[in-house]
């Protein structure tokens, strides 16, 4: 099954063509896929560069490169592009469209030119924000959150930025009916739902999110507009509305947007542990079940970002009791992929080093979430830097780092070429080091009562700030390294066969890079994602 | 209230934070310990092959699906608990009404006393009334573990005590532009005695604070400019020309006439102004309603000199504004007047010299003459009379 067949034409030249419009015009899973991987990895690079910035200027108190306007404006532009631009296109944009439908033994996604419009909503959403810090009164300075009525008032170019947010998501809808579809029909003969990698699980698990929970932002981001441009007072008291309404309203989105971007790198964790350690997953129904689980439980819990907010206290019993429910399947899952590593044959490359470290970092990530879930705790840490360094740990110890796992894991598959071992390993340990430097003491301010989208600080809030400014810089120094080291691999170093890892999904048995239409002919499931024996790994 | 028995917020929250971290680390440690272990034991170099292809175990599930929901379970039960310490005010707290607006804090107590930093007595619990004047503020002290948003159009509430004397931080943790980060002052803990001085130390005019208090200058002004009422302004002696059932009739205004139009507004209405004022019957006391007859007897309206600073403390100049040099959101009020500075008319700079004249215009249009390097961000008071920006003037003048 896993022999080397003289290579078919592979999905980078089989059209003969070249030049940009070969890709941005095409409907190949894996060229809008890799389409997906730059413009959103792009993203994370400006987002990158803005968060160095406001660690910067946070270094000192008082003034150190920036005023207090362009900081908000900073952290505002930091925070859209990291989350609406980078993290929940990201992970479904790239790596659910170049891998889930080989995967699940599929020539394509159910809808390609779908597929691609998605893609062109995204880039056209992209294009409106980024217009919008340049044009009209600015950049906008009110927080991704865009809070009510701060957001109604303040003179900044908040409607073109919510525009630009608005198209993104119908990007995002789109993707995820066409996963649904694609995941229900497409599957392969024998890829039973027992059968299916729980990578797909966990990305028809967001998609199911993505389908549901995003038209609310939709909404919420027109009744944004029509307060600022029609004077509607939906959230404004003095005309008989409710700034909390709007709150209520943000959160029913975006807290299952937080599953949006953490679910499919729960897959990745689960898809690469095994094949590093040699060993079937352990309890696959457990994790498959859980991932539906977090989807469906987290999209009830959104109040708990609103427990200072007024709402009242029966809402607060409740949206903390659903919090702490939420909790328990992705303990299940660290527990499960802990468990996996139980005499196995681990082998501590590149992708399983950012796996296992996003068990300890999510872990942390989760961990603190406790205290965030538990009305009396959390009254005093909202709103803090300790949220922040919750958050990091959550989006970027986990959603990155299994990204930047799955980077490593996949990539070489799809250009050929595989990076240096040995500066991928030591870009790991930078990052790792520099990331707990820079959050964990995020933490600290926070519980020493250092609130959030702060300009400014008292000066008994300095030396941590230091600190964390430092591990910034660390962690960027890693951030250099994993990409030139990847830039210099993916294109110019050595090649690779079709199952470099020794994986058993489908994935590993076609040809390196896949073909246009990734098999031959349909291919028949015999057996698990995980089963390394009969699938003839050695 | 008898504080040996009260439990203070702090001690409410405290031992939740430490049960959960404690469960936290206890978990973290034995995730971590076991990859750690499990990387060394089974690492290729060691154990070139799995020794297991187990993939799974129900009990072994079963635990670890039933051990962290009792967990989980307890510390929301905890966390509840916890809160509950937040919301329920103890009996007998003083009421203190904060009133936050961009970019600054004011606050008023039960005897119409107003002041920027919080002043509470040491072991009195204080109930708080929060009040925005425009966007959502956070109340936030740190050191009480209190926190409560200050929504616009809603009443939210938080209590706490202090039970040793000292300063404590009081932040606006709910973003709220660019002056957030300088919205800070303190909870000022002061021993019962020195308190209590500090509360009836009287300042100002008390008539004046009840006009204010009970929104009496929303539709009477101090200035002469009309008003959805008659201006207050040189009201005393007036002749008016009334409307008494139907029928107008000339008076002068004295006591029993001011007395007369808050108990009972709509019995002489002055021509011209429709009958739409609320009765102060069981609102105002006896010595209130004295008061107010005081202040408007004696021409306060027309001529007390305001106090500037006072003034620009109140309605939050120097939330942006600082006394010190130090340039905040705005530029500081520090040897302002007179020195030549350069702002932008139509994107070009100007040399101008901040004069009076300046300085009034800047008060009354914001932004029109803005300063090179800051940004046109100065909200518009259009609450302040014209006296009120003369006083604001002066006191600008003063700080050297």
Redesign the interface.
Known sequence: MATVQPTPTSFWNDTGKTGITSWIFSTDHKRIGLLYFYSTFGFFLVGVLLGLLLRIELMAPGRTIMGPATYNATFTVHGVVMIFLFIIPGMPGAFGNLVMPIQIGARDVAFPRLNLFSWWLYAIGAVIVLTSLFTGGGPPDTGWTFYVPFSARTGTNVSLAVLGVFVIGFSSILTGINFVTTIHRLRAEGMTWGRLPLFVWSIYATAWVQVLATPILGITLVLIMAERILGAGLFDPGRGGDPVMYQHLFWIYSHPAVYIMILPAMGVISDVIPVFARKPIFGYKMIAFSSLAIAAAGSLVWGHHMYTSGMSDTAILVFSFLTFVVAIPSAIKVFNWVSTLYKGSISLEAPMLFALSFILLFSIGGLTGLILGAAATDIHVHDTHFVVGHFHYVMFGGAGFAFFSAMHYWLPKFYGRKYAEKPAVIAWAFMFTGFNILYFSMMVLGLKGMPRRYYDYLPEFAPLNLVSTIGSWILAVGLIIMLVNLFRGLFWGEPVGSNPWGGATLEWSIPTPPPTENFDQEPVVTHGPYDFTKAGVP | MDATHLITTTE??DP??MF??GA?LV??LG??A??VV??IR???SR???????????LW??VV??VL??LL??A??F??????????NVPKGAMEVTVTARMWSWSFTYPNGKTSNKLYVAVNKPVKVELVSR???H?F?L??F?????V????K?HAWFVATKPGSY?L????????????M?TTVEALPEAEFAAWLAQKEGNPGRGLLEKHGCLGCHTLDGKPGVGPTFKGLWGRSETVVTNGRERHITVDEAYVRRSILEPNADVVKGFQPVMPSFIGVLKEEEIKAIIGYLRTGGAASAKRDGRKLAQEKGCLGCHSLDGSHG?GPTFKGLFGTTITVLRANKGVAVTADEGYLRECIRQPNTQLLEGF???MPTFTELSDDDVAALVEFIKEVK
């Open positions: 409410a929250i939740v934070f959960i971290f936290s978990l973290l995730i971590a076991t990859m499990f990387v089974y690492r290729r154990s070139p092959e799995p020794t297991s292809q187990v993939s799974g175990n072994l599930e670890w699906i962290p929901t989980v379970l510390m929301f905890y966390g509840w608990s916890g809160y509950l310490a937040l919301r425009d966007v959502i956070g936030y740190p050191a573990r209190v926190k409560r948003d929504v616009p159009g809603m939210n931080d932040f606006c943790s709910q973003y709220c532009g660019t002056g957030h980060s300088a800070i959101v940004q046109p961000i």
